[in-house]
């Protein structure tokens, strides 16, 4: 991707949350940012998005970072999720007062990215050891039962993350950065119906976020940037200048207009967009 793509004004760092542990998943919740990080506590670093102070730790009971994969937050059900690829399983925790934790495991294949549906149930994205079998499954909010189950084109490999759109498509990042890194939207039926060109330049995309406008944020942790697409997952531009630190998981505040992003050197730096 050459410099003529970059944004010459409009997306700019506002801020960064340094540490040291590689971040596993940022997750948003009543202007407080959850960051899920690579060591062996069982603690979640919780941030205020107002004047972006360290407010607290939250700690999960069987929660371990080494094994965890992303986090995500629902606003509706006051909760947050976490995969756990080394227990195949998705931790629910409640915000209440007593913080309740369920442990919902999966019927197979290893748990990566994380996202909410449409109707707030959780979408998982599930693969072998192997990177094959792909699949989405979608996880009732309740009782972490699967009430849809999307097995991918086998032309889809190393998946790490899906998020359904309005029009009940989905948008999956996958490969590696030696092969078939890629973006798709793929039907309900797990069929590809749209990819990104080849010489697009992509090297192992592991993250989306989505904009209200329909805008695709992609951590491309093998350049070291974050593209945009538009919903076409036609290539926009570079949302900053300068390379990062592998990025490895966004989340956008529509509210702030803020997209958050974490790398592999702990730091999560916010983009005023």
């Known amino acids: 991707m050459t410099s003529e793509y970059y944004f010459a ?5 506002v801020h960064t949350f340094p540490r040291d542990n590689d971040v596993r998943g940022v997750a948003l919740l009543n202007n407080e940012l959850y960051v899920l990080r690579d060591r062996d506590d069982d603690q979640v670093d919780i941030y205020s998005t107002t004047d972006f102070t360290l ?6 009971r069987g929660v371990s970072g080494r094994s965890m994969r992303d986090i995500t937050a629902c606003e509706r059900k006051r909760c947050i999720y976490i995969s756990d690829n080394g227990m195949s399983c998705v931790h629910r925790v409640r915000l209440d007062a007593g913080m309740s934790v369920n442990k919902w495991r999966l019927g197979g294949g290893s748990p990566r990215g994380l996202s909410l549906t449409r109707s ?3 979408l998982v994205t599930c ?3 192997r990177g094959k079998d ?4 979608e996880l009732s909010s309740d009782s972490g039962d699967c009430v849809r189950e999307i097995r991918l084109e086998s032309c889809i490999d190393w998946l790490w993350h899906g998020i359904e759109l309005d029009s009940g498509q989905y948008i999956v990042c996958c490969g590696t950065r ?9 039907d309900s039926e797990g069929r590809v119906t749209e990819r990104n060109s080849s010489d697009e330049g992509l090297s192992c995309p592991c993250h989306l976020a989505v904009d209200v406008d329909g805008s695709v944020f992609v ?4 350049d070291k940037y974050v593209p945009q697409c538009d919903a076409a997952l036609k290539f926009v531009g570079i949302i900053i200048k300068h390379k990062l630190h592998s990025p490895q998981r966004l989340c956008v505040d529509h509210v702030k207009r803020c997209l958050y992003v974490g790398q592999t050197d702990g730091n999560v730096i916010v983009v005023q967009l």
Not at 9 to 13: D, N, Q, R, V
Not at 219 to 222: K, S, Y
């Open 9 to 13: 004004e409009g997306p700019h760092i």
């Open 55 to 60: 407010l607290s730790y939250l700690s999960v």
């Open 120 to 122: 707030s149930n959780l």
């Open 127 to 129: 693969s072998d050891w």
């Open 134 to 137: 792909c699949k989405l499954l």
């Open 178 to 186: 030696a092969m078939n890194s890629r973006l798709c939207q793929v």
């Open 219 to 222: 951590a491309n942790a093998g």
